[in-house]
């Protein structure tokens, strides 16, 4: 079992940065891939960015490379995401998961509650 709980959303202003972090419970959380996922009223949930188990490998939605970073720290059993350039179509909750390194939300079984992104025009 692996309980994630993510923070550092907020509201800013487009072209504004925010980092998220997601921190895990339990010992095996240098085992599992982690990702970020976000949904955005009235859409369905889309991937963000993956980091594989040891960090060695990262992956990126097409929307998210470039802007967006992930990283871990196994020591400290957190995942980041930090966003830059932000823009207004960013907006929505965004949640971080742990399981399969991938892009599909089918490969994780474990999910944060979210934490709320906004950006203002």
């Known amino acids: 079992q692996v309980l994630l709980v993510e923070s550092g959303g907020g509201l800013v202003q487009a072209g504004g940065s925010l980092r998220l972090s997601c921190a895990a419970s339990?010992?095996?959380?240098?085992?599992?891939?982690m990702g970020w996922f976000r949904q955005a009223p009235g859409k369905e949930r889309e991937f963000v960015a993956a980091?594989?188990?040891?960090?060695?490998?990262?992956y990126y939605a097409d929307s998210a490379k470039g802007r967006f970073t992930i990283s871990r720290d196994n020591a400290k059993s957190t995942v980041y995401l930090q966003m830059n350039s932000l823009k207004p179509e960013n907006t929505a909750v965004y949640y971080c998961?742990?399981?399969?390194?991938?892009?599909?939300?089918?490969?994780?079984?474990?999910w944060g509650q979210g934490t709320q992104v906004t950006i203002s025009s």
């Open positions: 339990g010992r095996t959380f240098s085992t599992y891939g």
């Open positions: 998961a742990a399981g399969d390194y991938s892009g599909s939300y089918r490969s994780y079984s474990y």
């Open positions: 980091v594989s188990p040891r960090g060695t490998s990262t």
